[in-house]
Nanobody, 124 residues
Framework: QVQLVESGGGLVQPGGSLRLSCTAS????????MGWFRQAPGEEREFVAAITWSAITTTYADSVRGRFTISRDNAKNTVYLQMNSLKPEDTAVYYC?????????????????WGQGTQVTVSS
């Protein structure tokens, strides 16, 4: 099991940027695929982005492709989500998740460990 702690959320105006970080404990972080998901009030949890253990492959939801970038630094046990050109519809609690395999997934049920979430609010 790996413990995940997100940070970097906050309030930002439309068109602004935020960078979320997710730091993991444990020695096997580099062998995990990592994902970011989000959940708005009254909505289901939805996929945002994912990255393989090697960082060679990344995948994105259509709604964020071209605006968000996922990356990871295995030496720091950290995965990042750079969010640019933010829109009010990006408002949600953002969660990072670890999958105990090298392959990513768009389905939240396929992830094994979760952080506590960080709130992102996009509003003027």
């Amino acid at each position: 099991q790996v413990q995940l702690v997100e940070s970097g959320g906050g309030l930002v105006q439309p068109g602004g940027s935020l960078r979320l970080s997710c730091t993991a404990s444990g020695r096997t972080f580099s062998s995990y695929a990592m994902g970011w998901f989000r959940q708005a009030p009254g909505e289901e949890r939805e996929f945002v982005a994912a990255i393989t253990w090697s960082a060679i492959t990344t995948t994105y939801a259509d709604s964020v492709r071209g605006r968000f970038t996922i990356s990871r630094d295995n030496a720091k046990n950290t995965v990042y989500l750079q969010m640019n050109s933010l829109k009010p519809e990006d408002t949600a609690v953002y969660y990072c998740a670890a999958r105990r395999t090298y392959m990513t997934s768009r389905e939240w049920v396929n992830y094994d460990d979760w952080g506590q979430g960080t709130q992102v609010t996009v509003s003027s």
